[in-house]
């Protein structure tokens, strides 16, 4: 069954550093998302990708954060200058339109973010 | 603004029923969503509900109404591997999806 890949599964940063997390969607989905969740709390919603462009954001999506789909099946975020309250676990997300399946997010297995 | 509410916790014996409510207040609504997270994992999709009424899934129930901004997760036959943390998500509009707080599901022997 076809599935959401994140890259790194973990990685350490220094406070100032600039970050990159990968992830590759479902191939024929449509509708990509990046989610963080600090252990223990929710998940939280931090922008939502569709048709290469934004779609939403949250309050958190401030301009620390960018979203790309550099090429058919990459899909990254990047955080510009970490703050320590950047650590979380970070979560993508693809969605498509498969009968049956429109309003499920498929998650990828998280890259957790540690920030010195 | 955006607010769902969930139990934090339950509690409950192996073969049990458990019932895991979720109210939302939400500008807009298209629909409410049901996760599963294991711990250290990622969350994994139950159900959806669109429309008032009950989705039957296995031992996975799913009921909403929207006239009262609520539904709920029915798990029947508990086992222990259904300990872990319960999410509600609304649909707000668009395809965008709101996550309530959670709520972690105990299974006892």
């Known amino acids: 069954e076809p599935e959401v890949t994140q890259t790194p599964s973990h990685q350490v940063t220094q406070m100032g550093q600039e970050v990159i997390l990968r992830c590759v969607p479902i191939?024929?989905?449509?509708?990509f998302y990046w989610y963080r969740q600090i252990l223990g709390q929710k998940v939280e919603f931090l922008v939502s990708f569709y048709n290469n462009e934004i779609s939403e954001k949250s309050e958190i999506f401030d301009d620390q954060f960018s979203v790309e789909r550099p090429d058919g099946s990459n899909f990254t975020l990047k955080i510009r200058s970490t703050k320590l309250e950047d650590s979380a676990m970070y979560f993508c997300?693809?969605?498509?339109?498969?009968?049956?399946?429109?309003?499920?997010?498929?998650f990828g297995p998280g890259t957790r973010l540690t920030v010195l | 603004g955006q607010s769902l509410e969930q139990p934090s916790e339950v509690t409950a014996v192996e073969g049990a029923i458990v019932q895991i409510n979720c109210t939302y207040q939400t500008s807009g609504f298209y629909g409410l969503s049901w996760y599963q997270q294991h711990d250290g994992g990622a969350p994994t999709f139950l159900s959806y509900n669109a429309l008032d009424g009950l989705e039957e899934t296995g031992r996975f129930s799913s009921f909403l109404s929207r006239s009262d901004s609520y539904g709920y997760l029915l798990l029947q036959e508990l086992q222990m591997k259904d300990s872990a943390s319960y999410f509600c998500a609304v649909r707000t509009y668009g395809q965008n999806f709101v996550f309530g707080p959670g709520t972690r599901l105990s299974v006892l022997p």
């Open positions: 997300a693809s969605m498509g339109l498969a009968e049956g399946k429109y309003n499920e997010q498929f």
């Open positions: 191939s024929n989905h449509l509708y």
